[in-house]
Antibody, heavy 120, light 108 residues
Framework: QVQLQESGPGLVKSSGTLSLTCAVS?????????WTWVRQPPGKGLEWIGE???????NYSPSLKSRATISVDKSKNQFSLHLRSVTAADTAVYYC?????????????WGQGTTVTVSS | EIVLTQSPATLSLSPGERATLSCRAS???????LVWYQQKPGQAPRLLIY???SRTAGIPDRFSGSGSGTDFTLTISRLEPEDFAVYYC?????????FGGGTKVEIK
């Protein structure tokens, strides 16, 4: 059974960098799936942040592309999100997820989510 | 970027009633690329429907999806108490992948 677990600081200072990791168990980040980050501000809808394939190929939301970096660590079987220059608008629950196969069949496996608050 | 507009924002219904949720795209989306999720409070989203009309494993057959082009629908034939939640559509065929704003199905 595939499981994803997000981890990282729950509190980040404004203008700082938000760094989260998603540990993968029951599968390999080198398998034929895209690995994704999604966030959800309090009381609001879902926002797709971006995705990465084990080859290093990645795609990002245009609104976050200048500040976000998603990377894969095959040795630790995990992938990460770094979001620079954060503001209060980046306060959200952050989810990692695994795409289905084929890629366009949606995200079938999700982590439980981790809450990140940006403080001034 | 493909914009998905879901309507209504809130649907107030009673258990046993039929729910019809709409997802409209700003440009044509392949049926193969349209999915639906269910999200309950405090939980991660759960994939319900892929390829517009195919249920994922374990999803009851009271959930059905349909549509093509720019108009897609999620139908819950008879609402069970556990179906009251927020539902999101997403297009997965064109980067950036985008979500609709969600429809909350609440108990009337």
């Amino acid at each position: 059974q595939v499981q994803l677990q997000e981890s990282g600081p729950g509190l980040v200072k404004s203008s700082g960098t938000l760094s989260l990791t998603c540990a993968v168990s029951g599968d390999s980040v080198s398998s034929s799936y895209w690995w994704t980050w999604v966030r959800q501000p309090p009381g609001k809808g879902l926002e797709w942040i971006g995705e990465i394939y084990h080859t290093g190929s990645s795609n990002y939301s245009p609104s976050l592309k200048s500040r976000a970096t998603i990377s894969v660590d095959k040795s630790k079987n995990q992938f990460s999100l770094h979001l620079r220059s954060v503001t209060a608008a980046d306060t959200a629950v952050y989810y990692c997820a695994r795409d289905s196969e084929p890629h366009f069949y949606g995200m079938g496996v999700w982590g439980q989510g981790t809450t990140v608050t940006v403080s001034s | 970027e493909i914009v998905l507009t879901q309507s209504p924002a809130t649907l107030s219904l009673s258990p046993g009633e039929r729910a019809t949720l709409s997802c409209r795209a700003s440009q044509s989306v392949s049926s193969s690329h349209l999915v639906w999720y269910q999200q309950k409070p405090g939980q991660a989203p759960r994939l319900l429907i892929y390829a517009a009309a195919s249920r994922t494993a374990g999803i009851p057959d009271r959930f059905s999806g349909s549509g093509s082009g720019t108009d897609f629908t999620l139908t819950i034939s008879r609402l069970e108490p556990e179906d009251f939640a927020v539902y999101y559509c997403q297009q997965c065929g064109s980067s950036p992948l985008t979500f609709g704003g969600g429809t909350k199905v609440e108990i009337k």
